[in-house]
């Protein structure tokens, strides 16, 4: 059986429980869904949720007898985690997104530099990336590449492109290219143009595209993260706490979103999900 990590002591007895048997071999729910039980672990762990906890279990609640009022509460949370999360299960937190990417954009520095270091192979991934390119145009367009001497060769040893280059560079025409000047160019012209730029491209500068790409990843997927899970919990959260108290606490379910979402929201941030009171 897995080591199970504590919650605080502070933590309701029932959140405890639910927590504790999902790590259970007979409990497969949460053993297939990690979000459920990652978010049962924060519950009862972020420092936010003492005083929330507190809040709400001292709470007057509707229910016949007071002390119920926990028992019942946690388990419509946790039905409602499961609901979400069996209907997510390919999410996963923001900040897990984070470590992944960063895992990946470790391993690309450690392959630049490794890469640097050999000369040989820094050498065969200049060849890799333009002989790639070469076969593609090639292959895409077989008649216009012989009609302006394109050979099979990778593009770092056609001979035609150091000619070609210093020709571009000899005319301020080429220099200060812009979307009308491209679009008045000739096919050829072009394709030169476009080889001659690429003519000290290698992996590593590849790779060095890619790394930028990469750090735009996990603000991107924390916003999707968000807007897909974020609106349907806060729904469910307000729905539960006013079932149970007829209030909807939004100071409480604040920092019980923040926990089950591993985010760090204030109470603006979800009132717009609180629904609207009707009048007495």
């Avoid at 968000?226 to 939004?250: C, E, W």
């Amino acid at each position: 059986m897995e080591k199970v990590l504590p919650l605080e002591k502070w933590s309701p007895k029932e959140l405890v429980k639910i927590y504790t048997d999902s790590y259970s071999p007979e409990e497969p729910l949460t053993q297939n869904f990690p979000q459920v039980q990652e978010a049962l672990y924060r519950l009862g762990t972020n420092v936010d949720m003492k005083v929330c906890w507190e809040k709400l279990l001292s709470k007057e609640a509707f229910l016949p007898k007071q002390e119920q009022a926990g028992g019942w509460l946690v388990a419509q949370i946790y039905m409602m985690l499961t609901r979400v999360f069996i209907r997510s299960d390919e999410i996963v937190t923001p900040q897990f997104k984070k470590k992944e990417i960063k895992k990946i954009v470790d391993l690309v520095h450690k392959l630049i530099i490794a890469t640097h270091n050999s000369s040989e192979a820094l050498r065969e991934s200049f060849f890799t990336v333009h002989a790639q390119i070469s076969k593609e145009i090639i292959e895409k367009n077989p008649l216009k590449s012989r009609n302006i001497g394109f050979d099979v060769a990778p593009i770092s040893s056609w001979a035609f492109i150091s000619g070609i280059h210093d020709v571009f560079e000899s005319k301020s025409e080429f220099n200060a290219l812009d979307p009308v000047d491209w679009d008045s160019w000739s096919s050829d012209k072009q394709a030169s143009w476009a080889l001659s730029k690429l003519k000290n491209v290698d992996l590593t500068s590849v790779l060095h595209i890619y790394l930028e790409q990469l750090k735009e990843i996990p603000d991107a997927y924390t916003s999707e993260y968000i807007s897909s899970n974020r609106a349907a919990i806060t729904k469910q959260l307000f729905d539960i706490v006013h079932k149970t108290y007829g209030d909807y606490m939004p100071d409480c379910v604040a920092p019980m979103v923040n926990a089950i979402l591993d985010l760090e929201l204030g109470i603006e941030d979800i009132t717009p999900y609180k629904p609207k009171e009707k009048n007495s």
